[in-house]
């Protein structure tokens, strides 16, 4: 999550001309990296602790899987574009 956050400040901390045409992307490396960054839920219930520390890996984890079969996607586009474009070589 840490580096999403830093992927952020880097594009908002460059001029507007630097940045225009950029795209800031997610990957799923992103949210595999351990942070240093926590956050501090209190609760006098342990039950609502659990739930809510539970909803938020259960989060993270749905936002991995996304990203990762949106890479995989990406991926074989890639790769029928380059067999497409092999046999347009050889006609």
Same mark, same amino acid.
């Given at each position: ?11 908002f901390?460059m001029? /507007?001309?630097?940045?225009s045409?950029m795209?800031?992307?997610? =990957? #799923?490396k992103?949210? @595999? !990296?351990?942070?240093n960054m ?21 989060? /993270? ?9 949106? =890479? #995989?996607?990406?991926? @074989? !586009?890639?790769q ?12």
């Amino acid at each position: 999550m840490f580096m999403s956050l830093r992927k952020y400040a880097t594009y908002f901390s460059m001029s /507007k001309e630097e940045r225009s045409g950029m795209k800031v992307k997610l =990957e #799923a490396k992103d949210f @595999e !990296k351990s942070a240093n960054m926590k956050s501090v839920f209190l609760s006098a219930s342990p039950v609502l602790v659990n739930e809510v520390s539970r909803f938020y890996q259960t989060l /993270k984890d749905s936002l991995v899987k996304f990203l990762r079969e949106k =890479e #995989a996607r990406e991926e @074989e !586009k890639k790769q029928e574009f380059e067999d497409l474009s092999k046999e347009e070589v050889k006609d």
